[in-house]
DNA sequence: AGGGAGTATTCACCGAGTGAATAGTGGACT
DNA sequence: AGTCCACTATTCACTCGGTGAATACTCCCT
């Protein structure tokens, strides 16, 4: 998976659209709306701020100190709304290319290793995958999952079952693979 | 989803097992061995290569000029090949998090947007998927198919559909989760 | 001779991401 | 009272991934 698209400054948009924010409060609202997704660190947080503020998509509201450090408070500017809204109305495009490492690791392993190595690596594979999607199916049946992390999981799982179905076929059909990897004749009937 | 987790640097010590090679003809083998991948630079290719060499999993064997620019192969060290090794004996971890473009695009929606635009971006995207679900479908079993490209369609197909159900059932489920973040009371019976 | 295609590499630059450092405040404990 | 800790809030230095343009040399075609 792993789109090489970067959602981020999006995300701190939408954040900043519930409210005027300082970064620590868009960080915790981050971990607290989106706790499934990717850590996010505060560096980061900042960092993104600055080229938004850059960018004239936010601008700073005010610099206080209310019984504590300073703060600096960013808004949502005309033009920030209006990426935001861009973005939500933009269809992600599904990726031309396939950017992922399992598939990079199968193709490089048909390159170096033999036949039965790579066997090996796609039903380790297997197994690491079906491990976590037992875990995942846990997950989202604990009494205590919110429909938020019903959602995030039902994501993962059917990702999960996407790169099984995957390793399955592809299993029976890498002795295949391997020979016209190899350049080499299929076997006699 | 963009990958987080990069393989670039394995990659290129995989086709490095394969024969000593210098940057350009680096280039040349990752496209023609893994033209489904994400497009590789130039640039890249050549600073990786300095990485891999500081790190000691790669190293100069000859600089020479042969009717053409200076060049300098690189080979593999036994550090290099153990490394490679290692990363094609260790699973993939699946994701802990879910990096996903799509996921974070209809979390944010639901925070900014009304549930009709929210089911708007939804249906929207799942027209997308269909049609790029198509295109691939056909490239699959055009005849000039190569086994390479079958399973690389195979596994943007699997992904593909993976976000189809996860769309449908989404669709579903929108309005109440509409209501849970919005921390308002589900409807009376 | 001149121009274009192919070979081979470098450079400057940006964004993403990490970890540590800094700095102030309030509360708990001794 | 002093001290340590946790929390709030931000900055810094640095690495990696990735892009586009620039450079430079050769060969071939016209």
């Known amino acids: 998976m792993n789109s090489g698209l ?11 659209a519930t409210g005027d924010k300082h970064g620590y409060e868009l960080k915790r609202a981050h971990d ?16 993104t701020l600055n080229r938004l503020q850059r960018d004239g998509l936010v601008t700073v509201t005010g610099q206080e100190r209310d019984g504590g450090p300073e703060r600096t408070t960013y808004a949502l500017t005309g033009e920030g709304r ?11 495009p599904p990726y031309p290319y396939v950017a992922s490492t399992l598939l990079a690791k199968v193709a490089v392993a048909l390159l170096v290793a033999d036949l039965d190595r790579v066997r090996a690596c796609l039903a380790a594979q297997r197994q690491a995958h079906t491990a976590r999607l037992r875990e995942l199916t846990l997950l989202k049946h604990a009494p205590s999952a919110t429909l938020d992390d019903v959602v995030a999981a039902d994501f993962a799982i059917a990702h999960l079952d996407a790169d099984l179905t995957w ?3 592809t299993l029976s059909r890498v002795a295949d693979w391997h020979r016209e990897v190899r350049h080499e004749p299929a076997p006699g009937p």
């Open 32 to 47: 607290e709306r989106l706790p499934q997704a990717r850590p996010l660190a505060f560096g980061q947080v900042y960092a």
């Open 6 to 16: 970067m959602s981020t400054p999006h995300v701190l948009l939408g954040l900043l």
């Open 82 to 92: 209006a990426a935001l809204d861009r973005w939500l109305n933009d269809v992600e």
């Open 167 to 169: 390793l399955g076929t």
